[in-house]
């Protein structure tokens, strides 16, 4: 199907100009002031902000995880996803431990996602045993187009210690790619929840008690010495504070390769939620957790001084059933947070309306930054000729309220319950097929497994 988008404008990581855009073949063909193709079928989209299709580096779908598997599948999860404009999600395969092998990890996850997926998918590749095998694999990866990793600091059962965290920092950055860590200091965060045991407090307004900021901050401090130390570049997933953020800036002023990602539960939600009565302070549990008012504060300006190079959701669903598995010991309760259905409405309303950032900024937050670090660049993340048609048309006069009523979410319980919107995704097209019309699901399991390159990303 040949589409004409006409009298919309255009959003790019460096401008916004009114263009009409021809796409044909899953391709975008043509971009001019004023376009003309009696082949093609016109859609009107005047008054309206053409993005990039969104790009979600960090999703966790069908996820054991916590003595449960998480509330939305890749068949859910994407659909959510995909009626959020977001067109292409990342999500984390992973080994096992006990001898595991990366390829059984990659193939599991490939099962879990072929034929479900409404929007297109990769995966990055979780580490949790590092061994001569293991290290062998890693180009075996890269050959497969899995161009990017995790490693986790915390959780015994994805936990690398400091040994092997250099040793596989310095074989990824030996074959030009790099790793995703998330950043807590595992054993203090265990004596903190000894303590709050031994105290008898067991609630969830403890879960922000016991993974203080101080935490996460060393957690990075240490993870950059051996980045340094292993000539390594890395990525710091889901930054949620200023002291981590500050560890951050120190390493890049030192001449290293470090970049940043935070979420829209950092940006927006106070670890006041925790308090809530009746255990709704459950919905809230992640790690790490959310942080202060200040830590909000410093994390919107370092989106709009560019120190932060992507917004992703960290999106890991469970139902309020599932929660309740730690009704009687926060630490029993599933951490993880719905959000990829409307981190790019959120951030455009609380954002860009609110003048924290420029549509520009957004463009390169959701699409050009991801695209250009996971080696998707200029495939995707961008709207100019060649690249696949996947376009955002966002309708920045729709108003709504966000409610687990009327979420995509195969959960009963949203984190920004009651959050207006100041604008809403009316259509989006995913490789050239319009998948989303006037808010709804036009077709399904669109989505492909996409292969990356490596990171192209070079600080722009």
């Known amino acids: 199907m040949k589409y004409l988008l006409k009298y919309g404008t255009v959003v790019s990581a460096q401008k916004t100009e009114k263009l009409d855009v021809l796409i044909e073949n899953e391709k975008i063909i043509s971009i001019g002031a004023d376009i003309n193709d009696p082949d093609a079928e016109i859609i009107d989209v005047t008054g309206k902000l053409l993005f990039p299709g969104f790009i979600d ?11 449960t598997v998480t509330a939305d599948d890749f068949e859910t999860g994407t659909r959510a996803a995909l009626l959020g404009g977001t067109t292409m999600v990342i999500d984390y395969a992973s080994q096992d ?3 595991h092998t990366l390829q059984e990890g990659l193939d599991r996850w490939h099962q879990k996602a072929d034929g479900k997926c409404s929007c297109d998918y990769s995966f990055h590749m979780s580490v949790v045993e590092w061994n001569e095998e293991t290290e062998q694999e890693i180009q075996k990866m890269i050959d497969q187009g899995i161009t990017s990793f995790k490693l986790y600091m915390t959780y015994p059962a994805m936990i690398v210690n400091d040994r092997d ?28 929840i000894d303590e709050a045991h031994k105290e008898g407090r ?17 957690a990075v401090h240490r993870l950059l010495v051996i980045a340094k130390e ?32 935070t979420c829209p539960q ?33 994390l919107w300006k370092a989106l709009s001084d560019g120190d932060i190079q992507t917004v992703a959701t960290d999106q890991c669903s469970f139902t309020l059933e599932q929660k309740a ?17 409307t981190r790019g409405t959120l951030l455009y309303t609380y954002g860009v309306e609110t003048g924290k950032i420029t549509k520009e900024q957004m463009c390169r937050l959701l699409c050009e930054n991801p695209a250009k670090l996971y080696g998707l660049y200029p495939r995707k993340g961008v709207i ?37 919107l100041h604008c809403g995704i009316d259509k989006v097209f995913l490789r050239g097929n319009l998948a989303v019309e006037d808010g709804r699901l036009a077709k399904e399991k669109l989505g492909i497994f996409v292969p990356r390159e490596k990171s192209s990303y070079h600080g722009e």
């Open 97 to 99: 431990r006990g001898g």
């Open 266 to 298: 950092y940006l927006l939600l106070e670890d006041s939620v925790y308090s809530k009565p009746d255990f709704q302070g459950a919905v809230y549990v992640c790690a790490p957790p959310i942080r202060k008012k200040e830590d909000q504060d410093c």
């Open 165 to 192: 965290l250099y040793k596989i920092l310095k074989k990824l950055g030996e074959c030009g790619c790099f790793a995703g860590v998330h950043c807590e200091n595992a054993g203090v965060i265990d004596a903190l």
């Open 384 to 420: 100019r000729e060649g690249s696949d048609a996947d376009i955002v048309v966002l309708d920045s006069e729709a108003r709504s309220v966000i409610s687990a009523k009327t979420h995509a979410y195969n959960t009963d319980n949203n984190p920004f319950e009651g959050f207006e």
């Open 202 to 218: 067991f609630g969830p307004e403890n879960h922000p008690l016991v993974r203080p900021d101080t935490m996460e901050a060393e």
């Open 57 to 67: 580096g960090h999703t966790h779908f069908d996820l054991e995880v916590a003595g």
């Open 230 to 261: 292993a000539d390594a570049p890395v990525m710091v997933v889901h930054l949620t504070n200023r002291k981590a953020y500050e560890e951050v800036i120190s390493a890049r002023k030192n001449g290293q390769e470090v970049y940043a990602e």
């Open 325 to 341: 598995l730690g009704k009687k010991d926060f630490t029993k309760i599933p951490g993880g947070l719905p959000g990829v259905q």
